[in-house]
């Protein structure tokens, strides 16, 4: 377990090195967000009675930030290395593909809670938010960190060049993130979205964990939490059948 | 005894390229083995494929009897491979690449060997600066204590030299030298023919994915021994009787090619037949490029 714990440890070290970018940057850019949206549409939108537009923005915010940066930290780091060629330094020694998996995905983790917790504990400033059921709150928390942390590795495997890389980006993620019901209920949309929506599993990620706060969702909580382990142990799946394969990794 | 290094049958191919064709090569443990070729020959894909960085497409490979595919785990602990890439990561010290290294390999507690490495590479004064901060030499200086961190019994070296200036070059080969003496078995391989001639026992030559020539430094040597012998005459002609052995002239001075010392007793006497005396002498023998050249010029 030494490996698993100096990879995990390495990887946390990396984004720490570079805080400003990795973990203040998505804080203060979510925070506009916030100061933005909460400000032109708290007076004219209650999305659930009884919740106002802020209340009700912060947790998709809190989410979408922590899903963006659990993609980017893994996908970010492992793109690097082998651009670089220093993922060598990871394919010589004796660590297992699942100890591989493991590390970059706990590390996607911890960095997707540390922002969306910076994000969290900024906007109580805000507005007071309740939390009705804690538990759901960290259990759609972690399973979106650990979902877009195994979609990060797949990209960065698959990816030949940081232009591929960001076009997964900009066209899968930020779409999938956005389009998700961070701003907005679903039941707000005409029929045609709203029956789209619920083919995004980010927007049961960002439900259940609404739900954890308010009490209240759009679909039933305990669902979302089925899509979304299932997505979940999937994705990870699909990595650790890449990783073990050596694929984009061994020739 | 187990042997360091056993390649069986190995095929590789890259789509319609066939980077290796066949080969066989076994390393006894405690060997300096060189494996030379020209650019292309398949000396770094072989390495990759030991080090489990390309997998084979038929044939075996173990190390220290560990199969580099079905064991995976233990063959890469047994194996040190400095890459031939000028490869690091932007973001850590030299000392924080040794400990990370140390723990990939389970190991925990590396410090006071980290220490030694960095010490007899020349290093403990940049232990602490960004490996992306220092010169290309110094940056393979520590691709080799990487190589060398978790003590591997075996140890291969991709082109380590390359772009190292001559003070680096020497303090590397003494230290890889103990190593050897310490019982490690070392692998290289180097495009300075000489390096290998003077550090290595025995010599693999790989031309087009194929082992050319596989023997020890000093029989690859004597079998493709010729002496080479230039001389100025006096009278200024080569007797008609020597022509034969005649490679070439120039400014005065002939040289011939004899198959060994012993017939330069011959052409002394030939001379003296011929009433021609010898104003001056030069006699050379061949050294491994030449033999490397004589090889692959062969199989060409």
């Known amino acids: 377990m030494t490996g698993l714990w100096t990879l995990f440890y390495k990887e946390l070290l990396r984004f720490w090195k570079v805080s400003l970018q990795t973990i203040l940057s998505p804080l203060v850019s979510t925070l506009l967000y916030l100061l933005i949206f909460s400000h032109v549409l708290e007076a004219h939108v209650q999305v659930y ?27 970010s780091s492992l793109i690097q290395s082998k651009m670089n060629g220093n993922i ?44 009705a059921h804690p538990l759901w709150t960290v259990l759609f928390a972690l399973a979106g960190c650990v979902m877009l942390g195994a979609v990060g590795i ?98 | 005894m187990i042997p360091a290094i056993e390649i069986r049958q190995v095929h590789k191919r890259f789509g319609s390229l066939h980077a290796l064709r066949g080969v066989d090569l076994t390393v006894e443990q405690g060997e300096f083995f060189a494996l030379l070729g020209p650019n292309g020959a398949g000396k770094t894909t072989l390495i990759n494929i030991l080090a489990g960085l390309a997998r084979v497409t038929q044939g075996h490979c173990a190390v220290l009897g560990y199969d580099v595919v079905t064991d995976y785990r233990n063959a890469r602990r047994v194996l040190g491979v400095v890459p031939q890439e000028l490869v690091y990561d932007a973001f850590f010290t030299v000392r924080e690449m040794l400990r990370f290294q140390s723990g990939y390999f389970g190991l925990k507690n590396n410090d006071a060997w980290i220490d030694e490495l960095l010490h007899n590479l020349g290093l403990t004064d940049k232990a602490d600066i960004y490996t992306r901060l220092l010169s290309g030499g110094m940056k393979r200086r520590v691709l080799v204590a990487q190589a060398l961190v978790h003590k591997p019994p075996v140890i291969v070296l991709d ?46 030559m790989l031309k087009q994915g194929q082992v050319i020539a596989l023997d020890t430094t000093r029989n690859l040597l004597s079998a493709h021994a010729t002496t080479q012998v230039r001389v100025r005459l006096n009278p200024d002609r080569l007797p008609d009787a020597l022509q034969p052995l005649l490679a070439g002239e120039e400014a005065g001075w002939f040289s011939l090619v004899l198959s060994d010392c012993a017939a330069l007793e011959g052409v002394l006497a030939t001379l003296r037949e011929a009433n021609v005396a010898v104003a001056d002498l030069e006699v050379s023998k061949p050294d491994l490029e030449e033999v490397f050249l004589r090889i692959m010029g062969k199989s060409a």
């Open chain 1, 49 to 75: 009675p009884g919740v106002g537009y802020t209340a009700f923005l912060i947790p998709g915010l809190v989410m979408m930030a922590m899903l963006q940066n659990a993609f980017a930290n893994s996908s």
């Open chain 1, 154 to 251: 797949i990209t960065a495997l698959w990816a030949g060049s940081y232009d591929q890389m960001a076009a997964v980006q900009n066209f899968l993620i930020m779409p999938l993130t956005f389009l998700s019901g961070v701003f907005y209920s679903i039941n707000s949309l005409p029929p045609f979205w709203q029956a789209l929506s619920r083919y995004n599993p980010v927007f049961y990620l960002i439900d259940g964990f609404r739900y954890g706060f308010f009490g209240v969702s759009d679909v039933s909580p305990l669902l979302g939490l089925s899509i979304v382990g299932t997505c979940c142990l999937a994705l990870s799946l699909t990595t650790l059948a890449l990783l073990k394969s050596g694929y984009k990794l061994r020739n």
């Open chain 2, 159 to 204: 082109e380590p030299t390359a772009g190292v200036d001559v003070e680096l070059r020497q303090n590397l080969w003494e230290f890889i030298r103990r190593l050897n003496r310490d019982g490690h078995t070392i692998v290289l391989t180097t495009h300075y023919l000489e390096e290998a001639e003077a550090l290595c026992s025995r010599v693999a």
């Open chain 1, 88 to 131: 060598v330094f990871l394919l010589l020694p004796p660590l297992a593909y699942w100890e591989f998996f493991t590390a970059y995905v706990a590390a996607a983790v911890v960095r997707g809670m540390v922002v969306g917790l910076g994000v969290g504990l900024v906007s109580m400033w805000f507005t007071a938010l309740p939390l």
